[in-house]
């Protein structure tokens, strides 16, 4: 039997690796190459096919109704006026999803973890934008008047926009308002410290603003059912649900994929597909989608709104000797996975760093704002933001370096999490800390007077060198990896290989994280042949679950890489015995099989003998418990760690903040395609530094004041900094699939702690909510 | 509808009142998109080539086509005509933006943080608004207050700005580094002949607001004989003054998304620190 340690015997990993040598390099090959992504030219040269792009021969347009109001209740909804439009032909709401278990209708209720959020608002409206009714029409401009003329006649309730004011208010659902209280509760209460600092600590709304809309296409089937093209990162997540909400047996609906404009959280928005699907089955005919920007703001989940107290008691010499901390976020209007999302938050509420005494209360409440959801990180980012300013402020009161600090404290492998979990994986906090300490600093204006700086506020701006200051900062930061508390995490892979040639047909999305080039690397080095072909996903495959948390390296990755064992056992099994040697002394490389000793060499397609030969494997991680009532408990397959500096220059008069440079060092296990893993840093740390200075979806009353890309402000490229990877620590993670960890949500949850800490420095003020608005750094 | 000058399409807007003139279409189709804008029929101004150039008129005054780009007006040669419209022009938006994006739909479409539009009004510039057979001359701050507003039919063909050949400086406050409209911006000219300093604030009220007050003090404390040097402490004091003049205590951040949840003397204190350090170091830049 080949074990997924047979690796080993595998080509070098180290082959092809692009280490900035020019000449002639031969095509990247296998893992720790670098290839090119195969959609990297087709999506730079505007003609990968997105869902915005489907078309089908006689289709209808969708358009959806949304409500004005954070918190109503709707008296009634008059549909005549839409539905005598000419062109119009059908007009859906809530009593046309299926009844609920008690016979009436509440508007087929769904979420992740809890049912809780209706397809179409039923009876109440919970938050500002919720779907109420949806219209198909020949025209998108007939399905849009459409919908504009239904009546809908609300009582305005009192909204709950504050969620500190969650746990008293009225129930806003009947599931109540408190989605889950996490208490965690380690060592001794009395425990003091020499210094106690104190902090509080506020996370604005980020919104993922995927680049591409939500957009999609159903086609009814003769038998019933539906097909739903989608940009899904969770097909068979979303077949389910979907054939859930329409009443229908799961095999009705197929999912098919089509490509994926941008995914950093959950791309499925759940009202969105049932509705078009209900729209596809009441018409008979094909009805595409496409949102507006204005409301793909309103329907995907956003991050979490936090606000973190935090305590700390340090000796004389920094170390921790008791954290205490509340810990509140805003789960908006519906559960989605504000329960996950708490968990990381109250595990990793002391960071990277070992202390014996640990009290935490952590809540996520139900308020009338947008529901919030998973976004890289979710969780683990706010606590950084609260643990790593909360070390700048006692390494300032004992007057310590930050990062000596840093480094007193660190967590190491062996050592306990406040969960009681043992982190058995490799944990290089202090390693990641002297990586970014020790690379040389970004240049200064004095050093370079003739350079063209780019002061804070850009170029042509009003920034005054006289102004600016330096500021330099830095952050560890932890995030897990795969789901949590028990989860069951699956994926499964078929591996195909005939003439010079393979396939891997499995379902796990590219979303834009680079598996779809991965899985070809994993099966180059496994069989040798360079061609791999990756089969687009649909529901019909196996299931692979969904594109978040960082789980496909390890689980996709792994089913991939046991389907390619097998066929490589099957391949070489037969030589094996004909020349009475065992299959490890054979190797196959450049699409040729060769014997250890150099006699045997054949071309793999010959020894196919015009055979094709599959297999199918699964990738299923060691399981998980759920934290207890004292926050206790082994939760976490696994963690991945990170460091940053950040340099920032501030305008003080103006409050101009503009980041400079962020050095970066990162826990990766193993880098399987370094250029890769180098893209998900950089989109980590624009995401980190959009969060930390720009992004903010704001509410007032509980209404949208900004979704546009006018109003919501993303990075520019002039807004992010230089990223300079200081290390990739390649310290395998033994229960892991090649020994890697996930790459993506680590930087993203450190960037916005240490820019924070940077411009922390610059101004010497404190610096305690994000994004960090101009007033907020004016310190002149 | 596309004329290929100037007086084909003053006819073609008198004929078709319901037309609208489109330039870059930077504004114009942002309107459209969001459904707020259904035009009957549109009238491209694009091929228009003696709109997107400029001339020069007695000697002191340049005459600027409705359809120069912001990247045109960006150049080195136009800069060292009209510093401060350059600047404007260089911070209008990102460089695709800046490409197609006139100096006319600037005007006509009027917003608060329009960057054009303060230098505009420190200049005392003027336009030319053309119907068939007729063109009458109005000062540009009138057009934006809606004192002597574009009628339906006319057309906005040439600015007149008179050229000054003293330091010009315009400066924007944005909330980042990247491309973004202003959230306060301050033009400052000197006009070395008269012995005045002529200051519009911008993006802090509907239409720029001019300091006179402030720029008659601070252009007496200017001596204009010698090498125009001020004493630092009345720059200082000409910011403050100008931020006083043009944010009310009662300022409250109507913006859509600026400050929603601080009380409105909070905002003003605020947003008076911006202007006021965008007008002193404007006016520092400029006599320097
Ligand atoms: C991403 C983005 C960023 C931007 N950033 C900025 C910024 O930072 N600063 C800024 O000031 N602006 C900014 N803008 C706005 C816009 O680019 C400018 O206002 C630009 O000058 C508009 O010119 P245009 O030629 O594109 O006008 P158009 O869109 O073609 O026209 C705008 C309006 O003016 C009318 N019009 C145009 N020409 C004439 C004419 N000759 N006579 C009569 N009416 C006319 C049109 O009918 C229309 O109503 C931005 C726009 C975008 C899309």
Redesign the pocket.
């Known amino acids: 039997m080949t074990s997924p340690s047979d690796i080993a015997a595998m080509p070098p990993a180290d082959n092809a690796r692009p280490d900035g040598g020019d000449g002639e390099q031969p095509e990247p090959f296998g893992l720790g190459s670098s290839p090119l992504r195969t959609d990297a030219l087709p999506k730079a040269l505007g003609i990968y096919p997105y869902a915005s792009d489907l078309w089908a021969e006689g289709l209808l347009w969708g358009a959806v109704l949304r409500a004005p109001h954070p918190h109503a209740r709707i008296l009634s909804v008059d549909t005549s006026a839409a539905l005598a439009l000419p062109g119009v032909r059908a007009v859906v709401t809530a009593d046309d999803l299926p009844a609920g278990p008690d016979g009436g209708h509440d508007g087929a209720p769904h979420g992740p973890v809890v049912a809780d959020r209706p397809i179409l608002a039923a009876g109440v409206v919970r938050h500002h934008g919720e779907p109420v009714a949806a219209v198909a029409a020949e025209h998108p401009d007939t399905a849009r008047l459409a919908a504009a003329l239904i009546v809908v006649e609300y009582e305005l309730l009192e909204p709950v926009t504050d969620p500190e004011q969650s746990f008293t208010a009225p129930p806003l659902h009947p599931d109540g308002n408190l989605f889950r209280h996490l208490p965690l509760r380690t060592g001794d209460p009395e425990a003091v410290g020499e210094v106690v600092v104190e902090g509080l600590y506020q996370v604005g709304r980020q919104d993922p603003a995927p680049l591409g809309a939500e957009a999609g296409l159903a086609v009814p089937r003769p038998d019933g059912g539906v097909e739903l093209h989608l940009s899904s990162t969770d097909p068979h997540g979303d077949r389910d649900r979907t054939a859930a909400c329409l009443g229908l047996e799961p095999d009705r609906v197929r999912l098919v994929v089509t490509g994926v404009p941008g995914a950093t959280a959950d791309r499925e928005d759940l009202s969105f597909q049932v509705t078009l699907a209900l729209l596809a089955l009441r018409t008979g005919r094909p009805v595409k989608m496409t949102l507006t920007r204005e409301e793909s703001f309103h329907t995907h989940t956003t991050r979490h709104p936090a606000l973190l107290r935090y305590r700390h008691h340090a000796d004389a010499e920094g170390r921790l000797v008791k954290v205490e901390a509340q810990i509140l976020l805003d789960g908006g209007a519906y559960a989605d996975v504000s329960a996950e999302a708490l968990a990381a938050a109250t595990a990793f509420s002391v960071g990277p760093y070992v202390c014996p005494n640990v009290f935490v209360d952590a809540w996520a409440v139900r308020t009338n704002n947008p529901p919030a959801g998973r976004m890289r990180g979710e969780g683990a980012l706010q606590t950084c933001f609260a643990y790593e300013s909360q070390l700048d402020q006692l390494a300032v009161r004992l007057g310590l370096d930050p990062v000596e600090i840093r480094r007193r404290n660190a967590l190491a492998t062996g050592d306990s999490m406040p969960t009681g979990q043992a982190v058995t994986c490799p944990a290089p906090v202090t390693a990641l800390l002297d990586a970014v300490a020790s690379e040389p600093l970004p240049a200064l204006p004095v050093d370079d007077p003739d350079a063209d700086w780019l002061l804070p506020g850009g170029p042509g701006g009003a920034g005054d060198p006289a102004s600016v200051r330096r500021g330099i900062g830095y952050a560890v930061g932890m995030v897990h990896m795969l789901g949590a508390e028990g989860e069951d995490e699956v994926s499964t892979a078929t591996v195909r290989v005939s003439g010079d040639h393979a396939t891997v047909i499995c379902a796990a999305v590219d979303s834009g994280q680079g598996f779809a080039t991965l899985a070809r690397q994993i099966v180059q080095s496994v069989l040798g042949v360079s061609e791999v072909y990756i089969a687009p996903v649909d529901s019909d495959q196996s299931i692979a679950g969904p594109s978040a948390r960082g789980r496909h390296t390890w689980v996709s990755g792994g089913a991939v890489e046991r389907a390619a064992l097998m066929v490589r056992h099957q391949l070489l099994q037969p030589i094996a015995a004909n020349f009475g040697m065992s299959v490890e002394l054979l190797s196959i490389a450049d699409g040729k099989i060769t014997s250890y000793d150099g006699v045997l060499g054949m071309p793999v397609g010959e020894a196919l003998e015009g055979k094709e030969l599959w297999a199918t494997a699964q990738c299923r991680p060691h399981p998980t418990e759920p934290l207890d009532e004292a926050g206790q408990g082994d939760a976490f397959v696994s963690i991945a760690f990170c460091a940053m500096r950040a340099v920032v220059d501030v305008d003080i008069e103006l409050g101009a903040v503009r980041v400079v440079d962020v050095t970066v060092a990162q826990d990766v296990g193993r880098a399987l395609n370094p250029r890769q893993i180098e893209d998900r840093i950089e989109a980590g740390v624009a995401q980190g530094v959009g969060l930390a200075l720009l992004e903010d979806l704001r509410t007032e009353g509980g209404l949208l004041v900004n979704p546009s890309l006018?109003g919501y402000r993303l990075p520019t490229a002039l807004d992010t900094p230089e990223v300079r990877i200081a290390a990739l620590l390649e310290e395998r993670d033994v229960v892991a699939t090649f020994g890697a960890k996930a790459v993506s949500a680590a930087p993203a949850v450190v960037a916005p702690a240490a820019v924070a800490a940077a411009v922390r420095a610059a101004t010497g003020l404190p610096v305690g909510r994000l994004p960090i608005r101009a007033e907020d750094a004016v310190s002149a | 509808m596309l004329p290929a000058s100037l007086d084909e399409a003053v006819e073609a807007l008198a004929a078709t009142p319901a037309a609208?003139?489109?330039?870059?279409?930077?504004?114009?189709?942002?309107a459209v998109n969001a459904g707020r804008l259904r035009p009957a029929a549109l009238i491209g101004?694009g091929r228009i080539t003696e709109?997107r150039g400029w001339r020069y008129e007695d000697g002191g005054t340049a005459v600027l086509g409705?359809?120069l780009t912001?990247a045109r007006m960006d150049r080195p040669d136009f800069a060292a005509l009209i510093p401060a419209l350059a600047d404007a022009a260089r911070?209008?938006?990102?460089p695709q933006?800046r490409n197609?994006?006139?100096?006319?739909?600037?005007i006509?479409?009027a917003?608060p943080?329009?960057?054009?539009l303060p230098v505009l009004a420190a200049l005392e510039a003027t336009a030319t608004l053309a119907r068939p057979g007729a063109t009458r001359e109005v000062p540009v701050s009138h057009l934006l207050t809606g004192l002597d507003p574009?009628r339906p039919g006319?057309?906005?063909?040439w600015v007149r700005v008179p050229l000054l050949h003293a330091p010009q400086v315009f400066l924007k406050a944005t909330g980042r580094s990247g491309?973004?409209?202003?959230t306060a911006s301050v033009a400052v000219v000197l006009d070395p002949a008269r012995r005045a300093v002529r200051c519009a604030v911008g993006a802090v009220a509907p239409v720029p607001l001019r300091p006179l007050e402030a720029e008659t003090w601070v252009a007496s404390c200017i001596d204009w004989d010698g090498s125009r040097e001020i004493d630092p402490a009345a720059t200082a004091a000409f910011g403050e003054y100008v931020a006083a003049a043009c944010v009310p205590d009662s300022y409250a951040a109507e913006g859509p998304w600026e400050a929603v949840t601080e009380g409105p003397t909070a905002a003003a204190v605020r947003l008076r620190r911006t202007v006021s350090v965008l007008a002193r170091r404007a006016l520092g830049r400029a006599l320097k």
């Open positions: 006018t | 609208v003139p489109v330039a870059g279409a930077t504004d114009l189709m942002e101004l709109l409705a359809g912001h911070t209008a938006g990102p933006v197609v994006g006139t100096l006319g739909g600037n006509a479409t917003a943080a329009g960057d054009t574009l006319e057309l906005l063909t491309p973004a409209r202003a």
